[in-house]
Nanobody, 122 residues
Framework: QVQLVESGGGLVQAGGSLRLSCAAS????????MGWFRQAPGKEREFVAT????????YYADSVKGRFILSRDNAKNTVYLQMNSLKPEDTAVYYC???????????????WGQGTQVTVSS
């Protein structure tokens, strides 16, 4: 059974930083792309970033480009989302997901974590 466990969320002031982690188990981590999505209250879940299986290709949503950095450590079966210059509009539950191909589309991912709350105060 594939499991994804997010951690690292919390409360931070605007302009601050957080690093989210997502630990994966249950299948060969290095063979699959990973993605991060977020969902704010009353809004649909939206794409944040994705990284290829090897880590060589990354895509970011325009709203986070230049502020967030996605990386992975295949030896530790973990993907990281470094979030800098955080804004109140980044407040959301952040979910990691895994799929065969990296994509901006939720349907491309077949397993999801439970999410971790990120709250950015102004």
């Amino acid at each position: 059974q594939v499991q994804l466990v997010e951690s690292g969320g919390g409360l931070v002031q605007a302009g601050g930083s957080l690093r989210l982690s997502c630990a994966a188990s249950g299948r060969t981590f290095s063979s699959y792309a990973m993605g991060w999505f977020r969902q704010a209250p009353g809004k649909e879940r939206e794409f944040v970033a994705t990284i290829s299986a090897s880590g060589g290709v990354r895509y970011y949503a325009d709203s986070v480009k230049g502020r967030f950095i996605l990386s992975r450590d295949n030896a530790k079966n973990t993907v990281y989302l470094q979030m800098n210059s955080l804004k109140p509009e980044d407040t959301a539950v952040y979910y990691c997901a895994t799929g065969t191909w990296g994509s901006r589309s939720r349907s491309a991912y077949d397993y999801w974590g439970q999410g971790t709350q990120v709250t950015v105060s102004s």
